[in-house]
């Protein structure tokens, strides 16, 4: 009997493929055996570059497969889920019991009333002024979560495009982050806190120095209502701001006042803030140049700075002191920054929040100076807890990542995100609808807004801002909770 001739082909080329993969299999035999470089694959030649594939492909299929609910990092199923639940405005009810254990040190237990107050005494969140008395243009908002620094070059044209409508949409402000103030920014028609940094994207002269004129150009748009300068930030305390070459693109370059094309990295600390007496200064002149309410963002280390800032304030006057102070998590999120820093150095606010506070307090700068703070507050009961311990409004970053799409798959500095949210590649920004994204950042905002005011009303308060440090306890490591005000009890004034 004769093979057909399509037979024999087929035959001759799964051979030849067999052939292939024998060679290559030996070449890779040999330059592993002989390499010194890597003891593994020395070892276990061929075989060996199983355990990179694994490792590397481990990182996209844990959170599928392997990871339980409530055990990734640095955001679980559980509260990823939650965030995009209500960013489609579905029920984030849920049945049979909490997958949450309550037993780990720190858990959030709210104390709720006996008596909780009834729907119809319920209220919305209260009103809170920024620099009400010390500026031409005070700002006065309702939200209880705001849309944290994000650069645009950090992320993507469409991104900021939908946060800045869905912030519209729901009545919270957008922060332009480091990277100047673009027209995406504005397009949407949502308020505008404008950020700048060490290296004063944006609005600086051709020596890297802060430009009143620009300054004052960006300020003068009605939407932008308050300035934000950038001292530091969770994950890179005491490193300015990297963006990797490969995402400055020329609209970028030119929006930041930067060259094209090169990582554009910011000084470590503003170059002309050198102390104390320089950064009240700064903020004063950026006060009087915009007419806008002006505060400091930073991740606390040791309290030092903040007590001489605040005593200098007392010793001036009060037109002095910034308007409001912005304080961000040691495990806060970036684009990008190495990773010794994002590990290890900065207090999370969980420490840090209640001390900024009672610092206030006892200097007597609470109502003067507003408190705003981020870092992993992306749930409800995360920003209950900062509204309990006295913030006045959060920020977040990363829970509005979430709500357009972000599947953490930790790519953002990599210019290849897959939603779209960090990456200036057009085929990948397809991906990423403003329209549809911004209904979800609006849903996402109103639903954590209607949580926090449940939990408000089930701890006996009208309203979230209402909430109190005696309404919160946390979990110790003796298996008992202890009230935030014991922990933290607020100084007499
Ligand atoms: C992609 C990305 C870009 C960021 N860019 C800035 C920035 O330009 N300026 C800044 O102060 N913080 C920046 N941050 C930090 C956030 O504003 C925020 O402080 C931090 O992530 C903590 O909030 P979160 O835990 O809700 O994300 C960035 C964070 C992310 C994830």
Redesign the pocket.
């Known amino acids: 009997m004769t093979m057909s001739p399509w037979i024999s082909a087929l035959s001759d080329i799964f051979l030849l493929v067999v052939g292939l993969v024998v060679l290559l299999i030996i070449i890779v035999y040999v330059r592993d055996v002989t390499q010194t470089k890597d003891a593994v694959l020395r070892n276990y030649p061929v075989i060996g570059h199983f355990r990179y594939i694994f490792s590397t492909l481990g990182e996209f299929f844990r959170q599928y497969f392997f990871a339980m609910d409530r055990e990734e990092m640095p955001f679980n199923r559980a509260e990823r889920q939650w965030i995009e639940r209500a960013s489609k405005d579905k029920s984030t009810t849920i049945a049979f019991g909490s997958t949450r254990s309550l037993d780990p040190v720190g858990t959030l237990i709210f104390e709720n009333a006996a008596f909780p107050l009834l729907d119809e005494q319920h209220q919305s969140p209260a009103a809170v002024t920024f620099g009400d008395g010390y500026c031409k243009h005070p700002y006065v908002t309702n939200a209880i979560i705001n849309i944290?620094?994000?650069?645009f070059g950090?992320?993507s044209k469409p991104a900021v495009i939908a946060l800045s409508k869905g912030a519209r949409e729901a009545g919270c402000w957008i922060?332009t982050?480091?990277?100047g103030l673009s027209p995406y920014h504005l397009e949407g028609g949502a308020d505008v806190v404008f950020?700048f940094?060490t290296a004063k994207y944006g609005i600086r002269d051709a020596d890297g120095k802060l430009d009143d004129a620009k300054l004052r150009n960006v300020t003068d748009h009605d939407q932008v209502k308050m300035v934000e300068i950038?001292l530091s930030?969770?994950?890179k305390p005491g490193k300015g701001?990297i963006l990797p070459a490969t995402k400055v693109t020329k609209e970028i370059a030119e929006i930041r006042g930067i060259p094209m094309g090169q990582s554009s990295i910011s000084p470590n600390r503003h170059l002309d803030v050198g102390n104390v007496d320089d950064l009240l200064m700064m903020i004063k002149h950026v006060r009087e140049v915009s007419g806008k309410p002006v505060g400091i963002?930073a991740v606390i280390g040791g309290m030092g700075w903040l007590h001489e800032c605040f005593t200098e304030i007392n010793r001036r006057g009060m037109e002095w002191a910034p308007d409001f102070i912005t304080i961000?998590?040691g495990?806060?999120?970036?684009?990008a920054a190495p990773m010794t820093l994002m590990d290890h150095v900065g207090l999370p606010i969980k420490e840090s929040l209640p001390l900024v506070i009672n610092s206030l307090i006892q200097y007597g700068l609470r109502e003067r100076i507003k408190v705003v703070t981020?870092?992993?507050?992306?749930n409800p009961a995360g920003v209950a807890w900062a509204l309990c311990t006295g913030a006045d409004t959060v920020?977040?970053?990363?829970?509005f990542?979430f709500a357009l799409g972000c599947i953490q798959s930790l790519r953002?500095d990599k210019n290849t995100c897959p939603t779209g949210i960090?990456t200036h590649d057009k085929r990948l920004q397809r991906g990423l609808n403003p329209a549809d994204k911004a209904v979800k950042v609006a849903n996402y905002v109103n639903q954590i807004t209607h949580a926090v005011e449940i939990i408000s009303h089930s701890c006996g308060v009208a309203e979230p801002r209402k909430l109190q440090r005696k309404h919160v306890r946390l979990m110790q490591s003796n298996g008992r909770s202890v009230r935030l005000s014991e922990l933290y009890p607020e100084p007499d004034t």
């Open positions: 944290s620094a994000m650069s950090a992320i922060n982050g480091e990277g950020q940094g950038k930030q969770g994950a701001g963002k961000d998590s495990d806060g999120g970036t684009g981020s870092g992993k507050l992306v920020q977040s970053a990363r829970g990542m953002c960090t």
